[in-house]
């Protein structure tokens, strides 16, 4: 078994790619990495166990735009409208010894770029994961709160796949945070985009032209995806829309 592959199927993995997913950015059959799959999975089954949960916490508002089917019970109360609206904070803690936690946080893009920015594992006491959570979660006018690990692990891998699906990889950060998350093998019941379709919302220090541009081979142009970049020296044409 070639080692070299063996490290990138184990890399993959853990950033939560699918078994067919890891075949295709490999170059290979899905016969050929399925041994591969096998050892990373005996390997893994063979470390300690998980550590135990010890919360999970999500921005209120973090539904809206999103289609989320009502028998998975995932309610979410606030109104339509928030400024934030497309923009998904998660905190996840673990045990961490007998008086600490270790805790990831993830920013996730839920109508374009999925995963775009993730801290930790860091290990913290109870007090200062206090202290953490308004911090983390301070541009949300209704503040956080408390939410079932499954659907944290719905919305933060799906965002991912969907992202990948429109040609975008996750934040470069995102495999060593995803530990906290557990091990990910569903298809997420989440429907991701902006009322069903791809919505960009640039960012400072994001290169527009090629997001768009990556939109628009994916997808076609618009109005199969829409977008808004608020920096007027980033004005360009594309297909009939300007950037402004």
Known sequence: MDSSILEKVR??????????????????????????????????????????????WI?????????????????DDVPDGQETAGTVSVVVARKHGWDKLSVCAY?????????????????????ELHRFL??????YTHGWREAPLDLVRHLVFGAVDYARDLGFEPATDVAGAAGHLGAWEDKSAIAF????????????????????????????PPPNFDFFAPMPETQISLGGHRLS
């Open 193 to 220: 985009g902006k009322d069903g379709k791809p919505f960009y919302l640039a960012g400072p220090n994001e290169d527009v032209r090629h997001v768009v541009r990556t939109l628009e081979r994916r997808v076609g």
């Open 107 to 127: 920013l996730v893009d839920v109508y374009c770029l999925g995963v775009k920015h993730t801290v930790g594992p860091d290990v913290m006491s109870e007090v």
């Open 11 to 56: 890399e993959l993995r853990g950033q939560g790619r699918s078994p067919k997913q890891i075949a295709r950015a490999l170059g290979m059959a899905p016969a050929a990495v399925a041994p591969y799959i096998r050892a990373v999975a005996e390997q893994k089954g063979g470390q300690a166990a998980e550590a135990e949960l010890a919360g999970c």
């Open 59 to 75: 921005n209120a508002g973090w539904s809206e735009g999103l289609g989320v089917p009502e028998t998975t019970g995932w309610a």
């Open 134 to 139: 308004p911090k983390w979660f301070r541009i």
